[in-house]
């Protein structure tokens, strides 16, 4: 098996299902942001931005994904990550890409309770909009995460085990 890159938006589920899809395809799960939190010696997103700013974090990307992209695994990206012109050009070697995508109200309501996320220069959902075009060009398939959690396991996994590369070339 080779790479299988989760993409998409915070909130999405990207950590939590790349974690269960890891597990039941009994190959390892790593996550983009805690190897840039290794890297740089920190304990949250949060303390990053408030320290070195984004601009850190994302030269902190550049060097950490990339070799990320060759393993043998289940990486999920932090939701900025793929806008990082390196990392991009890279997913688009990587087999398969799945954007993970959920409702604006689906992550608006998830994005409330967690407190480690740090403050975008716009709207989550202005962010958001933005953002799915360069997903969905980067992605080779996507799974809605709105609904509940068996199902999208489910729609994950089947995806997964039988999805191939579908990028124009």
């Not at 902190?60 to 990392?87: K, Q």
């Not at 202005?126 to 799915?132: G, T």
């Not at 075009?133 to 396991?153: F, H, I, N, Q, R």
Request: charged share 25%; glycine share 8%.
């Amino acid at each position: 098996m080779s790479t299988i890159a989760l993409i998409g938006y915070r909130g999405t589920g990207k950590s939590t299902l790349g974690k269960w899809l890891a597990e039941e395809l009994e190959i390892p799960f790593v996550d983009t942001d805690e190897k840039v939190l290794e890297y740089l010696g920190m304990k949250t997103v949060k303390e990053v931005w408030a320290s070195i700013s984004e601009e850190g974090w994302r030269a902190a990307e550049r060097t950490v994904i990339p070799p990320l992209l060759d393993l043998d695994c289940v990486v999920a990206l932090g939701g900025g990550a793929p806008m990082v012109e390196i990392i991009s050009k890279r997913l688009l070697t990587v087999p398969l890409v799945i954007h993970l995508w959920a409702s604006s109200s689906v992550i608006t309501s998830r994005l409330s309770s967690d407190n480690d996320r740090p403050e975008l220069s716009g709207g989550d959902i202005e962010v958001m909009y933005k953002r799915l075009p360069e997903y969905a060009m980067l992605a080779t398939c996507g799974v809605e995460t709105s609904g509940d959690l068996e199902s999208t396991k489910a729609d994950l996994l089947k995806t997964a085990r039988g999805q191939v590369d579908h990028r124009s070339s």
